[in-house]
T-cell receptor, first 113, second 113 residues
Framework: SAVISQKPSRDICQRGTSLTIQCQVD?????MFWYRQQPGQSLTLIAT?????????ESGFVIDKFPISRPNLTFSTLTVSNMSPEDSSIYLC??????????FGPGTRLLVL | AQSVAQPEDQVNVAEGNPLTVKCTYS??????LFWYVQYPNRGLQFLLK??????LVKGSYGFEAEFNKSQTSFHLKKPSALVSDSALYFC???????????FGTGTRLQVTL
């Protein structure tokens, strides 16, 4: 199976700043996704990162707040913009190596003060 | 709309005893069902999946799950629990498209000596 890495693994940020999270895969994949896991909660899909085009966002998430890049088939970034304490979460990227199964990265733990 | 219910926030089991973590689902069409495990300060790890075929599927670390179409359930089981199985377990469902994976709220499994 593919190896997925995320940077940074954790960060503490001040409100009003932005953080860019990187997701790197060791093989080319078509579908990549970004999820948020708020403290004590389940996973919520933020968006699908499409290679060569704009990301597809789920209801409740907007590009201005969570801009996503997908420059090639092995890499994607998620930026959390103008952060507030409510953005404190684990952010996970995932990929689909088959039509139905997703595999997840180790996550980025973000704390906003 | 598709949904997943994990009715137990926490399951407590003594080491060596069998364990069951419950999951029921709702989806239009044939379900694709998954179990993931999240260890402390780690990302999600894929355990097993049901796509089609035998209702009993086997996965990693000795876990198995039984698909029951009439009860719309996909309970996770293990014959003999280990303390190292203590983690957060998520059930997920899709109707066949990896991009529409819906997660349950998670069940914390606590295995004690």
């Amino acid at each position: 199976s593919a190896v997925i890495s995320q940077k940074p693994s954790r960060d503490i940020c001040q409100r009003g700043t932005s953080l860019t999270i990187q997701c790197q895969v060791d093989s080319q994949v078509t579908m990549m996704f970004w999820y948020r896991q708020q403290p004590g909660q389940s996973l919520t899909l933020i968006a699908t990162a499409n290679q060569g085009s704009e990301a597809t966002y789920e209801s409740g998430f907007v590009i201005d707040k969570f801009p996503i890049s997908r420059p090639n088939l092995t890499f994607s970034t998620l930026t959390v913009s103008n952060m507030s304490p409510e953005d404190s979460s684990i952010y996970l990227c995932s990929l689909a190596v088959s039509q139905e199964t997703q595999y997840f990265g180790p996550g980025t733990r973000l704390l906003v003060l | 709309a598709q949904s997943v219910a994990q009715p137990e926030d926490q399951v407590n089991v003594a080491e060596g005893n069998p364990l069951t973590v419950k999951c029921t689902y709702s989806v239009s069409g044939n379900p694709y069902l998954f179990w993931y495990v999240q260890y402390p300060n780690r990302g999600l790890q894929f355990l097993l999946k049901y796509i089609t075929g035998d209702n009993l599927v086997k996965g990693s670390y000795g876990f198995e799950a039984e698909f029951n179409k009439s009860q719309t359930s996909f309970h996770l089981k293990k014959p003999s629990a280990l303390v190292s199985d203590s983690a957060l377990y998520f059930c997920a469902v899709t109707a066949g498209t990896a991009s529409k994976l819906t997660f349950g709220t998670g069940t914390r499994l606590q295995v004690t000596l």
